[in-house]
């Protein structure tokens, strides 16, 4: 079974700015630096006038792992992500797909952002699935909440970088 997760970000900037910002190749090294963990890296950044395609690696230490989670993996987490952004209507829509190289969990989502006149929202409403029989649902209940968390820090660090004038 799987788990539904949902976050909301509010920004004080239109839904173009913050897109322009989410897809920005300075913006996601910096956010990289500071919130990927060991051996986070831009592994690819394709843009053209369709869409942004965006490939990231993050890295969070065992010790900072939920207990079934490092049991788990036995080791450090290294999270693979892809998003790939393009314009939708008046705003733009992301497809996020999140994937753990050799556990079988995985996390599917589309992001929104909309909004004009010097405000914008930013929702995703995704899956996370883990395939482990008898453990799995408890393993996504504690993959979700580290998430949300990682969504707070990232949304407060573009919040942080839009009202900075980067």
Known sequence: MARSIEHRTTFSADAKTVHDALVDKQFI???LA???GPQAQL???RADTA????HTKHGIPAQKLP???RA?????LTIVRTEEWRADGEGYRGEISVTVPNAPGALTGTSRITGTQGSSTQELRGE????IPVVGSKVEESVSGHI???LDNEAAFLAEWLGSGE
């Not at 788990?72 to 450090?76: A, E, F, I, M, S």
């Not at 996370?128 to 395939?131: A, D, E, L, R």
């Open 51 to 54: 869409a942004t395609r965006i």
């Open 148 to 150: 949300i968390k990682l």
């Open 72 to 76: 788990l993996l036995g080791g450090d």
């Open 67 to 69: 207990g079934p989670v």
């Open 128 to 131: 996370i699935k883990v395939s």
């Open 43 to 45: 592994t690819e950044h």
């Open 29 to 31: 090294n910096a956010k």
């Open 34 to 36: 500071k919130l990927g």
